[in-house]
Nanobody, 118 residues
């Protein structure tokens, strides 16, 4: 099982990015999916999460300027980030709770770097 995150890059403050995460491998179902981020010297923090029913939850730091979506048929999840700020600079990781065999487990992607210049 693998999660592949992409879409990061260098963007100016006020700009936008759309991050993607695609799951592959031998799993049969997806429960929740989420984006986390970690800036240098900081702990990893939750950015946004979405349940299998489409219920979303956002971290305070991105509330109102981000949208998380998913498409289970494509085994994919996206994070639209708008009005980016230098404080959004971090490595963004996707996480998914997947059913592998008879076991639900959490899987992490490798991360994609977002750098916001002032």
């Amino acid at each position: 099982v693998q999660l592949q995150a992409s879409g990061g890059g260098l963007v100016q403050a006020g700009g936008s990015l759309r991050l993607s995460c695609v799951a592959s491998g031998s799993f049969t179902s997806i429960n929740f999916m989420a984006w986390w981020r970690q800036a240098p010297g900081n702990q990893r923090e939750l950015v946004a999460a979405i349940t299998g029913d489409g219920v979303t939850n956002y971290g305070d730091s991105v509330e109102g300027r981000s949208i998380i979506t998913r498409d289970d048929a494509k085994k994919a999840m996206w994070l639209q980030l708008d009005d980016l700020k230098p404080d959004d600079t971090a490595v963004y990781y996707c996480k998914a709770n997947l059913l592998v065999g008879r076991t639900w487990d959490n899987y992490w992607g490798q991360g994609t770097l977002v750098t916001v210049s002032s």
